[in-house]
């Protein structure tokens, strides 16, 4: 079932235009000229009930802004979307019962009231049954042990409690639909893990439609079937992982190191792959002390490769590497920007 409906949103941002110095702010005050700025250009996509939906971009590229339509905290400048039916932006207070929302950068909750409390006003303000919400918030704590830090008042957590605090804040009314928007930023690697512990396990037991915007592609390669990528405001790739991986070549590497070094050359180790099925990105290089051999994993397994070099030369060591999904983004966003 279909629960996020985008079409051909934009978003234009108008700022009045400054002059410089002070002759310019007296001029800025009497002029009414704007510079505009194109956020989001006619972006469209549907997202089905249950994906967890990686939304990509380098800085600036309009990714909040996406996210704040979507939950109605900004209205598009033109076309149209819809959240489990609801046009957000029209229907703020009912949106806001279907969705929950972390932004990474800035807290959603009360900085002076203890953390206990603040379930306990979310409880009322969604109205959810005193069962219902036991069994929502043992569950939460069971992932993201909230207990630890219950009693205490929002502004003395550390960023990781603040923000696994933030993310059972955004859960505790059990939404169809959840946005976060840099759920890990500044987490260390620990909770990080914790906080996509619990964006999969919700995911697997409730079905809940997840989007979320990160720079760290790790987030991304872990948690998302599907990602979207946009580029200066406009979409520019949408589409499954897999998809992704072979449209922009998923190389990977073996680094060699073999016995008598020295003595071998560069096309005596090309020759032992001669007749092996692979692709033309095959290649091997000689370094200042190993062999680098790039292969695409769609044509040839590292055990292909391995039994041919082991049968062939003394192999000392070696190591294989996957190119991670960083280097294809930054593919992306090259190729969008010579458009
Ligand atoms: N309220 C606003 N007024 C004017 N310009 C804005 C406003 N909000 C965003 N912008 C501009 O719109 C563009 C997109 O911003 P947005 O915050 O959506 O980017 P982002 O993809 O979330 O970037 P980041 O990864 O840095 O968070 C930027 O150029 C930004 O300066
Ligand atoms: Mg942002």
Same mark, same amino acid.
């Given at each position: ?5 985008v ?6 941002f108008?700022?009045p ?9 007296l001029?800025?005050l009497?002029?009414?000229?704007y510079?505009v700025?194109?956020?989001?250009s006619n ?8 994906e967890?939906?990686g939304y990509?971009?380098a800085?600036?590229a309009?990714?909040?802004?996406t ?5 109605g905290?900004l209205?598009?400048s033109s076309?149209t979307i819809s959240?489990?039916g609801i ?5 703020r207070e ?10 990474g950068?800035r ?6 009231i203890?953390?206990?409390?603040t ?8 109205d959810i049954?005193e ?9 939460l704590d069971?992932?993201?042990?909230l ?9 003395? #957590?550390s960023?990781?409690q603040?923000?696994?605090?933030d993310? *059972? @804040?955004?859960?505790i009314h059990n939404? =169809?639909v !959840? &946005?976060?928007?840099e759920p890990?930023?500044?987490l260390?690697?620990v ?8 964006i999969r396990e919700?995911?697997?037991?409730y079905?809940t439609t ?5 720079h760290d592609?790790?987030?991304?390669e872990e948690l998302s079937?599907?990602?979207i990528?946009?580029d200066k405001g406009?979409k ?9 991986k072979s449209?922009?070549?998923? #190389?990977s590497t073996?680094?060699?190191?073999i016995?008598?070094f *020295? @003595?071998?050359?560069e096309?005596?180790? =090309?020759? !032992? &792959?001669d007749?092996m099925?692979?692709?033309s990105?095959f290649?091997v290089?000689k370094t200042?002390?190993?062999f680098?051999?790039t292969?695409?994993k769609?044509?040839c397994?590292?055990?292909d490769?391995?039994q041919r070099l ?6 000392a060591d070696f190591v ?9 983004v930054?593919?992306?966003?090259l190729e969008?920007?010579?458009r």
């Amino acid at each position: 079932m279909k629960v996020i409906s985008v079409c051909n949103v934009s978003k234009q941002f108008k700022t009045p235009k400054k002059f410089p110095g002070f002759k310019g702010a007296l001029k800025g005050l009497f002029t009414r000229e704007y510079t505009v700025k194109n956020a989001v250009s006619n972006i469209s996509f549907d997202i089905e009930e249950g994906e967890i939906v990686g939304y990509l971009g380098a800085n600036g590229a309009g990714k909040s802004t996406t996210i704040k339509m979507m939950t109605g905290i900004l209205t598009p400048s033109s076309g149209t979307i819809s959240i489990d039916g609801i046009v957000p932006y029209e229907k703020r207070e009912k949106n806001a019962m279907n969705i929950g929302v972390v932004f990474g950068q800035r807290t959603q909750l009360w900085w002076d009231i203890p953390l206990n409390e603040t379930y306990t006003l979310l409880k009322n303000m969604y109205d959810i049954p005193e069962d219902a919400y036991r069994e929502r918030f043992e569950f939460l704590d069971g992932v993201l042990g909230l207990h630890e830090f219950i009693m205490q008042p929002v502004r003395t #957590l550390s960023l990781g409690q603040r923000m696994k605090a933030d993310l *059972a @804040a955004a859960l505790i009314h059990n939404p =169809k639909v !959840v &946005f976060l928007d840099e759920p890990t930023i500044g987490l260390d690697v620990v909770v990080k893990e914790k906080v996509r512990e619990a964006i999969r396990e919700i995911n697997r037991r409730y079905n809940t439609t997840f989007i979320l915007t990160t720079h760290d592609l790790h987030d991304i390669e872990e948690l998302s079937t599907r990602i979207i990528v946009i580029d200066k405001g406009v979409k520019c790739y949408d589409g499954s992982m897999e998809n992704l991986k072979s449209q922009y070549g998923y #190389l990977s590497t073996i680094t060699v190191r073999i016995q008598d070094f *020295a @003595a071998v050359s560069e096309d005596a180790v =090309k020759a !032992v &792959f001669d007749g092996m099925k692979h692709s033309s990105e095959f290649n091997v290089k000689k370094t200042e002390d190993s062999f680098v051999i790039t292969f695409n994993k769609q044509f040839c397994t590292v055990s292909d490769i391995m039994q041919r070099l082991f049968a062939s030369f003394s192999v000392a060591d070696f190591v294989v590497q996957e190119t991670g999904i960083e280097d294809i983004v930054k593919k992306i966003y090259l190729e969008a920007g010579e458009r």
